[in-house]
């Protein structure tokens, strides 16, 4: 669970002292005069039951791998299940279960994580956490405000491979980027139809002016199986998801940030062409506040439905080597 959700808890907690009353049947009159004349210790037991009623609402029974998860709505959760049909089947209490019969456990029982927990070893339910600002304008991104960027391993691994054990490239299929400017071949994954998202986006940018080409030739790559930089973490790259686009014109919070203290923004690239990623299902590293303005990646379960699709990549198997 991330600690950005225990603000919501007190304030249900809050609203749960503001409306509780002690039951009549469980007060005598002695009780009620001893109260009345003492009022300071009437608040006080008056907040104590609060807190317990509070605390009772919310208590579920523990699972094996984690307690019942209590601070993401089952709206939110099942979006995992809209994202990625073929392979999820429903939300079960705290499991989430695959259509092979996997059982995954949402919230893993370790309570509320600071920032760099959330990010290095999140759980599933973490990963929706902060909600992602799809379609919006320039907006510079909160303090520690990286919404998708917290990637659960095990789900991932599942759910597209582990590169590290060449369970990705016989999925990965070739898109031509930007078929009629650039002619790069670029392989990503086919599961969940990414080949075919990517390939939608490429040829909705191709038909952008050719003012937008600075930002997009050449893309600095797709598929690679490596690590995040100073981690163990497989990057998105490595399950065949993410695209970088030209490094010139973008921007990584590491490349500026030579002293400690808040990170400064800043960002190049065109929202013209943010906007038609997430269209697609692909999130983007600009929307963090540690940006990294080049990267996106398929992400559905954290945008709205995503656009429909007018054709399809080309299905020739790619013949990259596991890197």
């Known amino acids: 669970m991330y600690n950005g959700w225990t603000t ?3 304030k249900r907690a809050d609203n749960a002292r503001k409306s509780s ?6 007060i005598n009159s002695h009780t009620v005069q001893f ?3 003492f009022p300071s210790l009437r608040t006080a037991l008056t907040l104590l039951a609060a807190s317990a009623q509070a605390v009772c609402a919310h208590a579920e029974p523990a699972e094996t791998n984690g307690a019942k998860t209590a601070a993401k709505p089952a709206a939110d959760l099942n979006r995992l299940i809209a994202a990625y049909p073929d392979a999820l089947d429903r939300i079960d209490g705290n499991w989430l279960i695959w259509r092979d ?6 919230d893993d029982g370790t309570g509320p994580k600071p920032f760099a927990a959330w990010l290095a070893t999140p759980d599933i339910e973490d990963t929706l956490a902060i909600p992602y600002p799809a379609g919006a304008g320039p907006i510079e991104p909160a303090r520690e405000s990286d919404p998708g960027r917290a990637r659960n391993t095990v789900f991932f691994d599942k ?3 582990d590169c590290r054990k060449g369970e990705v490239r016989g999925r990965l299929r070739q898109i031509v980027w930007l078929p009629t400017k650039a002619g790069q ?4 994954t086919s599961v969940n139809g990414v080949a075919d998202r990517l390939d939608a986006v490429s040829k909705e940018l191709d038909a952008l002016p050719a003012t937008f080409d600075t930002y997009l030739i050449p893309s600095a790559g797709t598929y690679n199986c490596r690590t995040i930089a100073g981690t163990d973490r ?5 399950h065949g998801i993410a695209i970088d686009l030209a490094v010139s014109q973008s921007d990584y919070w590491k490349w500026g940030a030579k002293t400690p203290g808040a990170i400064a923004y800043r960002n190049r690239i065109p929202l013209e062409i943010v906007h038609i990623f997430e269209r697609h ?3 983007w590293g600009g929307r963090w506040y540690h940006y990294d303005t080049m990267h996106f990646e398929y992400r559905p379960e954290l945008l709205p439905p995503l656009a429909p699709l007018t054709g399809t990549a080309d299905a020739t198997p790619s013949n990259l080597p596991e890197k």
Do not use: D, E, N
């Open 234 to 238: 497989v990057s998105a790259h490595g």
């Open 185 to 188: 071949r670029l392989s990503v």
């Open 281 to 283: 299902g692909f999130i």
């Open 21 to 26: 009353t002690f039951p009549a049947t469980s």
């Open 8 to 10: 919501s808890t007190r």
């Open 101 to 106: 019969g996997t059982r995954m456990a949402l």
């Open 159 to 161: 759910m597209y491979g």
């Open 35 to 37: 109260m009345t004349r």
